[in-house]
Structure formats: structure tokens, C-alpha cells
């Protein structure tokens, strides 16, 4: 069965403090990872797709990569905006319409 | 910039009346898609649409309804709402060739 996991639950971090959010994945053939953020009472923000085992993606203080197992979102020298709700998707090769989530990590980087 | 809109942001509705959520795209999109979002449940997909009058069963479509009559609008129809689907409702439409999907702000709808 086709399976998203996101770790941690919850984060909080110092700004300027770096971390980084897992998500680990089992599908029958990866047809593309998505990392989305949602702020509170919003839908969510497409950030990244990553799509092959080695590829990585960059935005500001995100760093998106990815392993043929798990995916990994970097975050460097947090500020308070990046507050949020990260959320990971995963597209299987056998179920091309459907994406299946991860539950979130939320985030609170504290000034 | 793709821009996905839902018609209400936020819905009180009473037991068994019949609620309808609307969603338009500008993108020329095929494929949408109607997601409940609850708390410690995630995103759930309940119907989408890959194309004009077509749709299919997400994993939870009972108590649903959609209708796809244009291909910039999907509508999510609740025959006789109950409180269970007290719920943030999410529309989105997918990008064809790179798969990402495209959410609108989110109607938040409360049935009392």
C-alpha cells in the first residue's frame, strides 16, 4: 500500500536556527514528490516537485532533496514567516490523478 | 500564476439542508479535485474529475455529489449536510504535464 509519513509532528526552532523535515515514502514506482506549505485557515502553497532520486530543489531558506526512500526539506537560518504547516505528496506510477499526503509537520521558528 | 477560486471562504449551514461549493480555475486545467481537510486526518480526497461530465470516486465520497459541466469550474455538492461534514473543503486542479496540484484558499464550512 501506498504510504506517506512526515517526522516531526511539530518543530519548533530559534530563528536563524536550521533544520531540516523528513518525509518517508512507499509507492509502487515514484512518479513525482510534492512539497506544499499551508498557512493557518489556507489552502496550500505548491513549493517544490522533485521527481528522480538525486535531484534537489531551492527556494530562499528551503532546500528540497530527494533519496529513492525519503525526501528532505532544509531549512537555513529560519525566520518567524516560515512559520507554517509543511506538507508532503507523493504521485505513484500506478494512480497518476491522485496524490496521497503526509500528515504535516508544523513549524513555529520563534524571533 | 494559476489561480484557483472557491466561491465561500466560510459556510454555516443547518442539518439537512443542501450546500454547494463552487471552484473555478484559470489555468485551461483538466483534471480537479475536491479534498476534506480535518485535524489529525490530513487530506482526503473526495471526488475528482479528469475531465468535462467525468468524474470518479475519491476515498470518501458518500454523503458527496460533484457536477464538472465547464472545464474551469467543479462543483462539490452536499445533498443533506450533516454535522460530520463540518470540515475546511479544498479544491484544486492539477497541472497536466508536471503533476502539481494547484489548491484554492479553502471554504470552511460548519454544519450545526
Known amino acids: 500500500e501506498d504510504q506517506v509519513t512526515q517526522s516531526p509532528e511539530a518543530l519548533r526552532l530559534q530563528e536563524g536556527e536550521s533544520s531540516s523535515l523528513n518525509c518517508s515514502y512507499t509507492?509502487?514506482?515514484?512518479?513525482?514528490l510534492f512539497w506544499y506549505r499551508q498557512d493557518p485557515g489556507k489552502g496550500p502553497e505548491f513549493l517544490f516537485t522533485?521527481?528522480?532520486a538525486g535531484e534537489e530543489k531551492e527556494k530562499e531558506r528551503l532546500k528540497a532533496t530527494l533519496t529513492k526512500k525519503e525526501s528532505f526539506l532544509h531549512i537555513t537560518a529560519p525566520k518567524p514567516e516560515d512559520s507554517a504547516t509543511y506538507l508532503c505528496?507523493?504521485?505513484?506510477?500506478?494512480?497518476?490523478?491522485?496524490?496521497?499526503f503526509g500528515s504535516g509537520t508544523r513549524l513555529l521558528v520563534r524571533p | 500564476d494559476v489561480k484557483v477560486t472557491q466561491s465561500s471562504r466560510y459556510l454555516v449551514k443547518r442539518t439537512g439542508e443542501k450546500v454547494f461549493l463552487e471552484c473555478v480555475q484559470d489555468?485551461?486545467?483538466?483534471?480537479m479535485f475536491w479534498y476534506r481537510q480535518d485535524p489529525g486526518l490530513g487530506l482526503r480526497l473526495i471526488y475528482f474529475s479528469y475531465d468535462v461530465k467525468m468524474k470518479e470516486k475519491g476515498d470518501i465520497p458518500e454523503g458527496y455529489s460533484v457536477s464538472r459541466e465547464k472545464k474551469e469550474r467543479f462543483s462539490l455538492i452536499l445533498e443533506s449536510a450533516s454535522t460530520n461534514q463540518t470540515s475546511m473543503y479544498l479544491c484544486?486542479?492539477?497541472?497536466?504535464?508536471?503533476?502539481?496540484?494547484?489548491f484554492g484558499e479553502g471554504s470552511r464550512l460548519t454544519v450545526l
Open positions: 489555468m485551461d486545467h483538466e483534471n
Open positions: 505528496a507523493v504521485a505513484s506510477m500506478d494512480s497518476s490523478y491522485k496524490l496521497i
Open positions: 484544486a486542479s492539477r497541472a497536466t504535464n508536471t503533476g502539481e496540484l494547484f
Open positions: 509507492v509502487s514506482g515514484l512518479r513525482g
Open positions: 522533485l521527481y528522480s
